[in-house]
């Protein structure tokens, strides 16, 4: 059949214009959905990043609040984490490095240089941060102390040391921090506002039972004297609905020298190291650093580690005050400046190079002590050699602070 | 009149292609900007990161028990320089009278780069100069910089912070203060 | 012939390009925020933190400076170092009399101590200036040090200036924006005032 020409057109325009709608609408929808899925994409690789630019960004300014902190000794920071609090920080340390991040991130910071004394996991709405320097007889490093106002301390004893840690970190006896309230501002490092303290209460010899974790994120039993915590001794009642992880102890000495960790296994204490020694040296009128981070470590492998730091800074700060010969006690350093400023025969130098004992002779041994004690570290991860630095260092002090002052000489340090 | 439709709809093709040539040029640019900004905010991002890292090896400096002062029973002096102790760690007993003319001594001397393999830890790629101004001394404690790099350029962004100079005189053994600085740089690379 | 329908494509298209000139400008705005974000610029923490840093560190060191000049004499003292904190400032604060400008101007009066022949509150001024010349000055720091005697028993003279040392590239005025200070330095002196010595670094 033949179709005239004026009706062949009309039905090949109307074709043509079915398939350009249909074309049209398949553009718009293919082209559409690309871009679509393009910027869903950009967006949904954009969060990842972000949250992980987030994590490094926290923890690299967490890094230098601990550095500044670390630094500023016998002062207390206050650091309002209010924005992080649904984050979980983990603490560990392992052959004399630490390591913080955040859980489930994978960007960490390592530190080889400053003792951190932490539990091994935080979540908190404020960090505190304590540093104290640690002697040994002359500083040889900071410690740096971080918890959380969450993080409860029961303290029992009844000696000077208990009553000086509950007074120095603001403690109360009455009753302890709530961490559900809001943190009022931070001030930078005072101490005098009682929202602004640790979570630290005293407890009596037979309060054992009245220890209640209420909404506390975790509680590290303190006992001082070791009468309360011993191996497989049943936890407080209010303890046994808590996670394992959440509950631990420290036993420290009656003599506070050495701390035992223990941990909770189905609701008993079980013993979580041998006694490690506490290494320090302590006049009447400051605090003992190695015992209060005994106290604040999550863990005995959290301890050793960062004391590990702490003695490894000791050969490389002996060598400044007395040369890089002393091993063989050979005087070098301001030591043997401090020698040549007096004259022959005189009591000072007298003091510094030929009594029994004198000061080359008391470094020299404190030196090599120290070497030993790393050596130690490094083999076993324990530090029973290293009491020897405590004899050491206390000859050394008698010397320093008694001997040469009494005698009107210039100390060494 | 049969010929103006075929038009309409050739015309309409082309203004769709059109506009989506001038959409996809307005996302290239769109993207040009964007990585332009990003690589703007890297570099700000390096900045601040070495001005971090400048704060933390400046506060190490100035509290490291290597050179800070202490009196009696090691208890520290702020912002105060061990001058005994900075020449145990060069090496050399220097006289106290000053030397004519200054002399900046040598970095490969000092004890914290001979013991490089633990100070790199404390304090990273920087350099920490001892100026002691009673004297025009310049004493360079520690130089550790970065290995060049054609591509990369160096740069040096130092700090300052002004101590006092702790000595002991000689002839009463009492303590004399001197005026100093600190400077303390580290080392960042920008690509050229 | 034009139809009804031809004029309201072609009100439409007049449309679509304005929607499109809205759209470019609503991009080039954007783009002048972002320009304008990168103009703006805080003073970095770095910044803030070396300037409050320097100056404490500054005043204490100033402080703690010992001056070893053989002209300066001054009773029972031979050669020994002498404290510009607690012998110096003392010094001068009770020396001072009702005419601080004339002591630290001139030099004259009379002082305990005399270092080159100079009244002690000269001395310092002029000892302080060029030790703060050759470390902020060299820095192209702008500075103000200002050194004040309180005296709560002198009711007529609550607060005495003893001298104030601008920088050569300027001082700090109480307007100045980024300015930071090492906060107040207390000497006491033998007659139960206080010298006060603050030292501000702007930008």
């Not at chain 1, 560990?92 to 004394?117: A, K, L, N």
């Not at chain 2, 690589?39 to 700000?44: D, L, M, R, T, V």
């Amino acid at each position: 059949m033949v179709i005239p020409h004026h009706k062949k057109s009309r039905t090949h325009q109307n074709s043509k214009g079915q398939v350009e709608l249909v074309f049209n609408w398949m553009y718009i929808l293919i082209a559409g959905g690309v871009i679509l899925l393009f910027f869903v994409g950009i967006v949904m690789r954009q969060k990842d990043i972000s949250e992980q630019q987030l994590g490094d960004q926290v923890i690299h300014i967490l890094q230098s609040i601990f550095t500044g902190s670390g630094v500023s000794e016998n002062t207390k920071n206050f650091i309002d984490t209010s924005g992080l609090q649904h984050y979980e920080f983990e603490f560990s340390c392992t052959d004399g490095v630490s390591r913080f991040g955040i859980v489930g991130q994978g960007g960490t910071v390592e530190d080889t240089v400053q003792p951190i004394f932490s539990p091994e996991r935080l979540q908190t709405p404020r960090l505190i941060l304590w540093s104290l320097p640690y002697k040994l007889p002359y500083k040889v490093t900071d410690f740096l102390f971080v918890t959380s106002q969450n993080t409860q301390y029961a303290i029992f004893g009844e000696d000077e040391f208990a009553a000086e840690f509950v007074k120095a970190t603001g403690g109360d006896s009455s009753k302890p921090v709530d961490p559900a309230a809001s943190p009022a501002p931070a001030s930078s490092s005072s101490n005098s506002n009682k929202e602004l303290s640790f979570n630290v209460k005293s407890y009596d010899d037979d309060q054992y039972e009245d220890i209640d974790i209420g909404k506390q994120y975790q509680i590290r039993i303190v006992d001082i004297g070791g009468l309360q915590i011993s191996p497989d001794k049943e936890v407080p009642i209010s303890l046994k609905n808590t996670p394992d992880i959440k509950a631990t102890a420290v036993v420290i000495s009656a003599d506070h020298s050495t701390a035992t960790f223990y941990r909770k296994r189905a609701n008993l204490w079980k013993q979580w190291s041998d006694p490690i020694p506490i290494i320090s040296i302590t006049p009447d009128d400051e605090k003992d650093a190695a015992a209060y981070a005994a106290i604040f470590a999550g863990s005995p492998e959290l301890y050793i580690c960062n004391m590990q730091k702490a003695f490894a800074r000791i050969p490389y700060v002996t060598k400044i005050y007395a040369g890089e010969n002393i091993a063989s006690a050979q005087p070098g350093g301001k030591l043997n400046m401090l020698i040549d400023s007096y004259p022959d025969l005189s009591e000072c130098r007298n003091a510094y190079t030929k009594s029994d004992p004198n000061i080359i002779q008391t470094l020299q041994t404190h030196f090599i002590a120290s070497l030993a004690c790393i050596q130690e570290i490094k083999a076993t991860s324990t530090i029973g050699s290293c009491t020897t630095l405590i004899q050491t260092a206390s000859e050394l002090n008698t010397m320093n602070s008694d001997t040469l002052v009494s005698q009107g000489c210039t100390t060494l340090y | 009149m049969k010929l103006f439709p075929i038009n309409r709809k050739a015309q309409h093709m082309t203004e769709t292609i059109a506009v989506l040539f001038i959409f996809f040029v307005l996302v290239a640019f769109g993207l040009i900007f964007y990585f332009k900004w990003h690589e703007g905010a890297i570099k700000e991002e390096q900045t601040q990161a070495r001005a971090s890292r400048a704060m933390d090896t400046t506060l190490r400096v100035l509290f490291l028990p290597e050179l800070m002062c202490t009196r009696g029973d090691a208890v520290p002096e702020d912002n105060c320089v061990d001058m005994m102790k900075v020449r145990s760690l060069i090496g050399q007993d220097i006289p106290t009278i000053p030397p004519n003319p200054a002399p900046i001594l040598d970095p490969s001397q000092s004890y914290f780069m001979r013991n490089q393999q633990y100070y790199y830890d404390v304090f990273g790629v920087a350099k920490v100069v001892l100026h002691n101004l009673d004297n025009s001394e310049n004493i360079v404690l520690y130089d550790k910089s970065l290995s060049p790099d054609p591509t990369k350029q160096i740069i040096y962004e130092p700090t300052y912070f002004i101590v006092a100079l702790r000595d002991i005189d000689d002839s009463t053994h009492q303590s004399k203060y001197g005026f100093g600085y600190l400077e303390v740089g580290v080392y960042g690379e920008v690509i050229q | 012939m034009t139809t009804f329908f031809d004029k309201r494509k072609g009100n439409l298209r007049g449309q679509m390009e304005i929607m499109g000139l809205v759209v470019i400008v609503i991009l080039i705005s954007l783009g002048m925020l972002f320009m304008v974000k990168f103009a703006i610029d805080d003073d970095p923490a770095k910044k803030i933190f070396t300037r409050k840093g320097l100056a404490y560190s500054t005043v204490s060191a100033v402080m703690k400076n010992t001056i070893e000049d053989s002209t300066c004499f001054a009773p029972g003292i031979t050669t020994r170092p002498i404290a510009i904190g607690s012998e110096l400032f003392d010094d001068c604060s009770l020396y001072i009399a009702n005419k601080p400008d004339d002591a630290a101007e001139s030099g004259a009066g009379f002082s305990l101590y005399q270092c080159q022949g100079e009244h002690s509150c000269r001395f310092l001024r002029d000892h302080i200036t060029l030790n703060l010349q050759n470390t902020l000055g060299t820095w192209n720091k702008k500075y103000t040090f200002e050194s004040s005697l309180y005296s709560p028993n002198n009711p007529n003279q609550q607060k005495l200036t003893l001298f104030t040392i601008n920088g050569v590239k300027g001082g700090c005025t109480a307007k100045a924006t980024n300015k930071d200070s090492s906060g107040i330095y207390p000497l006491s002196n033998l007659q139960g005032g206080e010298v006060q010595n603050i030292l501000y670094i702007c930008e």
